[in-house]
């Protein structure tokens, strides 16, 4: 039987038979020796529960490099460690840029595997003690177009910020209209583009890098500087961007944009809460409704959805009923956002938050709300 700490040893019969001869149960407990040439394909199941797989390469086999792309895939997937004959430095470059753990030499020299595998095992635990939880991401979506999403998506990343003491990073998904840079005038070059093309060199760094800065210390990941098509974006790429996003900052808020494609609605999933902006007219609750059921019908959990009220008129303040508008929508209203004219639209023409230039602003206070609201509620509770 597969025990946790067993390490499995993917290699050709020559190999293998070799290996077999200069080491045993009794000098390496917990090793499995799994016989297959070296572009032969290996599968899923017969790596599961390792502690580390050392897999044997041919750099001249495209099927066996393929190989550990493979393995590199699967979630949760055990570290790697790749044996090649003769590696060139170009090789091992390209593989540890993949993620390979380590590389040794080819045949097996018990030593230098010993040694190899120690060294990634304990490598590892030491991270994963040191690993934190991912950070909460929010996904602000719109009812219509115009109801006020990316308002409340560049405000509430700070606002979060400030009720947790925490950091926060509002992200601009919107790859084709996104504005997220300009309303917050977050100047430089750096654009989820960057990680989009990163493949898996997406790390803490490269996200610093390419974070831009806004007058007012708003941590933003600029929509593409050239209109890209919406079904150019891969799915995984992105979920692995956004995961990098939740390890460097504590708290992820995604503007997504208003079409509901593949990836987007993986990243909503991905999401701890789903916030949906409406406004007060037929229009806004219409579809409001329609993306409720679309999220049903994806399973996103009905607990993860927040429905925010926005533009409400100060003079309506007293006469509207948050309930109304949960009754039309079968679903409750989390929190509302007074309309704030010309207040808001001003600040954004300069590039800054609402707050720091109206300390009084009825929607810098209802944002300072909602973000206890989400804190208290979808985000679960405060750590
Ligand atoms: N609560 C509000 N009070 C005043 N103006 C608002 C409010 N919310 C949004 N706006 C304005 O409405 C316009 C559209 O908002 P925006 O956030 O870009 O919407 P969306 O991202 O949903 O398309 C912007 O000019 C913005 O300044
Ligand atoms: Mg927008």
Not at 12 to 31: Q, Y
Not at 228 to 242: C, F, G, I, Y
Not at 321 to 327: F, H, I, S
């Amino acid at each position: 039987m597969r025990t946790c700490s067993d390490v499995v040893v993917v290699a050709s019969a020559k190999h293998a038979a070799e290996l077999s001869r200069r080491l045993d149960s009794k000098t390496f407990p917990g090793l499995i020796l799994v016989e297959r040439e070296a572009g032969e394909a290996i599968a899923a199941h017969e790596l599961h529960g390792a502690a580390l797989v050392v897999i044997e390469v041919d750099p001249d086999s495209p099927a066996s490099i393929d190989r550990i792309a493979r393995i590199q895939d699967t979630p949760g997937h055990a570290p790697v460690i790749a044996a090649i004959p003769n590696a060139s430095v170009a090789l091992v470059r390209t593989l540890v840029r993949g993620g390979i753990d380590d590389v040794i030499g080819l045949p097996f020299a018990p030593d230098e595997l010993l040694e190899a595998a120690l060294g990634v095992l304990t490598s590892r635990s030491v991270k994963a003690r040191t690993e934190t939880r991912l950070a909460p991401m929010i996904a602000v979506v719109r009812s219509i177009g115009g109801c006020g999403a990316t308002s409340i998506a560049t405000h509430l990343a700070p606002a979060l910020a400030e009720a947790s003491g925490k950091s926060a990073v509002v992200v601009d998904l919107d790859m084709q209209f996104g504005t997220v840079a300009d309303v917050l005038s977050a100047q430089g070059r750096g654009s989820i583009t960057d990680l989009l093309d990163a493949g898996h060199r997406i790390d803490d760094e490269l996200i610093r890098s390419v974070t831009r800065t806004s007058e007012d210390g708003v941590n933003v990941i600029a929509a593409p500087q050239d209109i890209v098509p919406l079904e150019s974006v891969d799915t995984d790429q992105l979920l692995r961007v956004l995961d990098q996003l939740r390890r460097t900052y504590g708290y992820v808020v995604l503007d997504l944009p208003a079409n509901w494609t593949n990836w987007t609605l993986s990243s909503a999933l991905a999401a701890d809460a789903v916030l949906l902006v409406v406004e007060l007219s037929v229009a806004s609750l219409r579809q409001a409704k329609r993306r409720l059921d679309l999220f049903r019908s994806v399973g996103i959990s009905r607990d993860h959805v927040a429905v925010v009220v926005n533009r409400i008129e100060k003079r309506l303040f007293r006469t509207i009923n948050l309930g109304d508008v949960a009754d039309t929508l079968h679903h409750p209203a989390l929190a509302s956002v007074a309309l704030d004219d010309p207040v808001v639209g001003s600040a954004q023409d300069q590039g800054r938050l609402v707050r720091a230039l109206h300390r009084r602003s009825a929607f810098g206070s209802d944002l300072a709300k909602l973000a206890e609201a989400l804190l208290d509620g979808p985000l679960g509770a405060r750590s």
